[in-house]
């Protein structure tokens, strides 16, 4: 910054940033220093004059979402959101940096403050999560009006959120939807952990991102009139924005500066004293001299008006209550399935559960504005696109389904982002195999507890002929493990239903369902309640005397319960349970468990992939007929024999444990 | 391809690919006629005027490497390695394409035909395993010299590689490292599976490429002269090669070429006899005429002569039989570890375990010369350099070390790539919760049968105040479901030496070791044989009347010594089992199984991670003591009691479990 009059403020205001981050690091002892001391200039400059914000207000649907995509330098935004006024964090939050049960975490997490748009810290995910809120803005803008929809989406990247390969697929999707409104300030200060960045990168970002549609601009970071020329040059363009900030890491410290050494630890005692002799800055730790205190005040007082202008606005606006309503997520989520189900039972269908979910969309889509479908490049296969949701392209923002391209990850990401914005309940399809690519932005989604349907078709060596490439065998389980998810595997036409049912009904979390790419016949075939709400129900009673529970998921529940059938001619009672989702069924009270599976009784578990993790229901005496090996390529029907998922294979083996 | 003399039977030479793709796909009614189609022409030039091969010799490790990134135009590498004289696959093979246990998989498989030299399939995945593979040439050759390496790698790319994420970071990769020997082709035939690339992408590729140090180059993928021109200039450029090969795909399918219905399924019948008329090609299906045959026949000789030099050449060389030693993977790989494991028992060390790592592995580099390690950007963290790996630069390529950059994901495959090339075991770090973001590369390590060993520090909530999105939760469990992949969590510096040995002396698939941020005390502390070998092992027998077997992995083995101490002095005996690999332990005899893990006896999983997955040895009577929610910000000694993993809160519910 100059020091001019008018900017030693600035430089001032930016200098409690840097003292709230030395102080808040050198308290924790741990923490990311030096990127918040690189743009806290940028950033004042973001927060005084252009960020469209209201600390009183923070779930403002129409304010200027602001994303941290470099999420180690989570003291920016804390003292961000502090100095500029948010009920929290604290100065005693910040104080208690890093600290249990302390909103202000090592990395922003969404769910501890209001401020917080979106849980950063996996590189490049911010960036990419944010164009997910730039293409919600414009899509709800196409449908409610420059008065109710108009802002802007802020982010600041680092050089790792640049070189992960996740920005490439963000930055080509928001290129190609010409998101004018999505501004991302890079920190160029040309510094990762292990040294300088030219240790691994020769790239020119700027040249990249020019020839992915981007508009980009340089300026000095540490210039206001050079940071405000290039946010003016930004705002006026049409095209998303990179504008790169060149910036000296850990600006401030005067020996350790604009090296690695400020990145990830604190400064240190000596060199926080001499950094405060530089930036003469005088008050004790986590003080801010109160003239300070007060601009910024000020600065987060800014919003205020455009806040009160907008609501009467928009408790004017025809369509306002509606856009109120949906922003607050307000939705009518299951009153399709009831006539949905009441049709099939009276008119069975034998169809592939992807396609089962496709005829589950058209009824969905048509009830929920608020559903907003897509698919990595495999619509046709993941069964994703309905007559409802025509496609959102740059020329028509309004459409509801995205052809995200060959970018599982970034697809992933960009639904999160949506989901965070509010006001879109976004579904997107690509292989379960390849839950793999976007592995990271499905444990983004449960963490941050964001409302996001994973379609994840081709769901098992089901699929044939393309392989073990293709072909999940650990996936159904490596998706169980992870915390917060919801994983379901449909057996059915009508379970498949129930499952998106349970997914849209749930507001605070995300949601993959797998499904099949073969035909499944409806073994449903009365009405019920949603009865894969439960998560495991009996389909099937034991004709005799009851001796083995078969439990089964998705396509093998017709094995099972064809299996079943074999033990009944055989003389053994066999129930047959499906079990389309763990965690419901986990959170059943014990009297339904033990009384589904009892404890004296043999259990065998049939699922088309890795039979670790089934002890968990049979216990160590039962059988789990599974695939623990890669898949092959061959036609379904071969693979299932080759594997032994055949009811002719798995009966005999049940018989001979029971002795017979 | 024009129609002069001479290209009429390059052209005849092409067409056959084209027949043999149709009729492959034809007679599996399943699979990708379009791209081998649009790249016959380009594949015909380069097979029979620019790569290095000898059919005869496939392992040859001179050879020019061909990667087909574009993995589901399989039937391109099938008919070009039959026509060119590979002993598979035959035509009996490729008529048998897709069916079960023909060699001819819907993907390409390396360990199906020794002329693939990489599984593709996943997109993006082959270029940047190709990216690996001409790392392994360059650092080959500076310590090998050109007499004995001095090869290149070539790369079929489809926009779909393009697009996804992993592609920039391995362009990055290949451009900062300057890899003048890759040459990536790319089918720029403007479709994708939805439909016109246009639909989800508006990128300038080439000008991305040049923006990251590639050299670029534009050719008409259907016209010879412009192709070798094309190549001609690439080989000649000292940086990485994108050569965008305009084609049309399915080319020769009058009615369908230039659109998606080429891309994805069987032509049909009606399409094959129109496609026979446009091409003139008469023959019978799977039928090569005489004459072609004999023209693909040479150009498969070709590069026998220079072969038979090189192999002369090796003869004659001071260093030709260690270099032929060394791509045949033959060292000694646990030679190292007695000597070094005496100084332990003599004098104990409480380290980190990432830090017993990196002791390891300077005892490891400085004896095995293959290894070459590297990091995402965390060598500190990671502690993965030793005094015996320089950094490798393309200044250097004699280096042992390679700053991977923030590319998990890229990293991942090229050292895949490196493993499949030969000569080299690479070994690479980033933290435990990242692996989610190169999954897909570490399950192709353990598809592929590449021996890559995966450095995975910061293994629990033990890294502390970094929070939920740095600390796994889910990822061992997650990791241990993937077929063939070894995954450890030694608890000490022993075992982490063991764990080491282990790794190294599996030629045939790859590791994961999980590595602690805190120290750990030194829990071995008498000589013995490698412990880890069995998976797990009896650390600490009971003192009184053994009640209870507490199994523990990593640095929760401590706390269950711990625990077992505080039950030993309640009267209940305790065994502690530590278990750093649970498929050796799978592996072991049932009576060894047994005697570790008693049937009735109550068994007790002490792991700082999900507890799903721990019913397969505590069983469903038993305790298991993890996390099943995402983790938290705070020091690692306050989420451990947070947690409850304590010593002081475990052994009184054990206790309580035995009625005490």
Known sequence: MTATTDSVSRLQMANAIRALAMDGVEAANSGHPGMPMGMADVATTLFCDYLKFDPADPRWADRDRFVLSAGHGSMLIYALLHLTGYARPTIEDISRFRRLHSPCAGHPENFELAGIEATTGPLGSGLATAVGMAIAERHLNANYGDDLVDHRTWVIAGDGCLMEG??????????????????????DNRITIDGAVDLSSSEDVVARYDASGWHTVRCDGHDEASIKAALDEAIADDRPSLVACRTIIGKGAPNKQGTSATHGAALGAAEVAAARETLGWTSEPFVIPADIAAAWAEAGRRGAATNADWQARAGAAAKGADFVARMAGEFEATGWLKPYVDALIAEPKTVATRKASEMALEAITAAIPATLGGSA?????NNTRTKSTPPLTAAHYGGRYLHYGIREFGMGLAMNGMALHG???????TFLVFADYCRAAIRLSALQNAQVVYVLTHDSIGLGEDGPTHQPIEHMMSLRVIPNLDVYRPADVIETAECWALALERRDGPAVIALTRQNLPQLRLEASENLSAKGAYRLKAAEGDRKVVLIATGSEV???????????????GADVVSMPNWRHFDAQPADYKRNLLPADMLKVSIEAGTTMGWERYVGLDGLRFGIDRFGASAPAKDLYEYFGLTAATIAPQILSALGK
């Open 166 to 187: 996740v920005n490439h697929e963000a930055v080509g999707l928001a290129g190609h939807l010409k998101l004018g409104r999505l501004i991302v300030l890079w920190d």
């Open 377 to 381: 490049d495999l619509t046709g296969s």
């Open 423 to 429: 006001g879109i309940v976004p579904y997107g399809g």
């Open 558 to 572: 017709e094995i099972a319960v064809a299996a079943a059938k074999a033990l009944e001619e055989a003389g053994v």
